[in-house]
C-alpha cells in the first residue's frame, strides 16, 4: 500500500514537471538563423519578403527549395497572426490528407504545430511567436530530413 501511495506520488510529480516544460514559451528563429540552416542543408534560399509588399502583416518571407522539399518561413505582424496561419494550413493539409494520415497537434505559451505525415509525405506548420513556418516533403528520406530540420530550428514537437 505505501510502495503504492510513493508510486502515485512520482507519478503525478512527473506529469507536473512534463506540463510546465510544455507551457515554456519557445524561443523564434531569425531569419538569419533559417537561411543558414537552409543553405547548411543544400537548399536553395530565396528572400520573398518584396513579394508580399501588399501584405502588411507580413514582415519577412524566406523560402527554402530543394527537389521535393519546400519550406517558407516567415515573420509576421503578431503572433495572433501566426497562430491562425497555422489553424488555416492544418485544415487545408487535413483536406489533402490519405485516410492512412497522422496527425500531430501542439500548442503552448508562444507555439502552435500541426504535423501529418502519410506514406512519403510530411507536411508541417508552426508558429513561435510572430514567426511561421510551413513545410512540405515528398519521398521518405526526405520526409525525415524535413521532420529533423523543423525540430533543429525548434518548430517541431520535442
Given at each position: 500500500?505505501?510502495?503504492?501511495?510513493?508510486?502515485?506520488?512520482?507519478?503525478?510529480?512527473?506529469?507536473?514537471?512534463?506540463?510546465?516544460?510544455?507551457?515554456?514559451?519557445r524561443t523564434a528563429a531569425t531569419s538569419d538563423?533559417?537561411?543558414?540552416a537552409m543553405l547548411d542543408k543544400g537548399f536553395?534560399?530565396?528572400?520573398?519578403?518584396?513579394?508580399?509588399?501588399?501584405?502588411?502583416?507580413?514582415?519577412?518571407?524566406?523560402?527554402?527549395?530543394?527537389?521535393?522539399?519546400?519550406?517558407?518561413?516567415?515573420?509576421?505582424?503578431?503572433?495572433?497572426?501566426?497562430?491562425?496561419?497555422?489553424?488555416?494550413?492544418?485544415?487545408?493539409?487535413?483536406?489533402?490528407?490519405?485516410?492512412?494520415?497522422?496527425?500531430?497537434?501542439?500548442?503552448?505559451?508562444?507555439?502552435?504545430?500541426?504535423?501529418?505525415?502519410?506514406?512519403?509525405?510530411?507536411?508541417?506548420?508552426?508558429?513561435?511567436?510572430?514567426?511561421?513556418?510551413?513545410?512540405?516533403?515528398?519521398?521518405?528520406?526526405?520526409?525525415a530530413e524535413a521532420e529533423e530540420l523543423a525540430?533543429?530550428?525548434?518548430?517541431?514537437?520535442?
Open positions: 500500500m505505501k510502495l503504492r501511495r510513493m508510486f502515485t506520488v512520482l507519478l503525478c510529480v512527473a506529469m507536473l514537471l512534463s506540463l510546465a516544460a510544455c507551457g515554456q514559451p538563423q533559417f537561411v543558414s536553395e534560399v530565396k528572400d520573398m519578403t518584396e513579394e508580399f509588399a501588399s501584405e502588411e502583416y507580413i514582415k519577412t518571407a524566406v523560402t527554402a527549395d530543394k527537389t521535393d522539399v519546400n519550406v517558407e518561413f516567415y515573420i509576421l505582424d503578431k503572433e495572433d497572426t501566426a497562430k491562425g496561419n497555422v489553424t488555416y494550413f492544418a485544415d487545408e493539409f487535413k483536406a489533402l490528407a490519405a485516410p492512412s494520415a497522422s496527425e500531430k497537434v501542439a500548442a503552448s505559451a508562444n507555439y502552435s504545430y500541426y504535423e501529418q505525415k502519410s506514406t512519403g509525405v510530411y507536411r508541417l506548420v508552426s508558429s513561435v511567436g510572430e514567426t511561421f513556418i510551413y513545410m512540405e516533403a515528398f519521398g521518405t528520406e526526405l520526409a525540430k533543429s530550428l525548434g518548430y517541431a514537437a520535442k
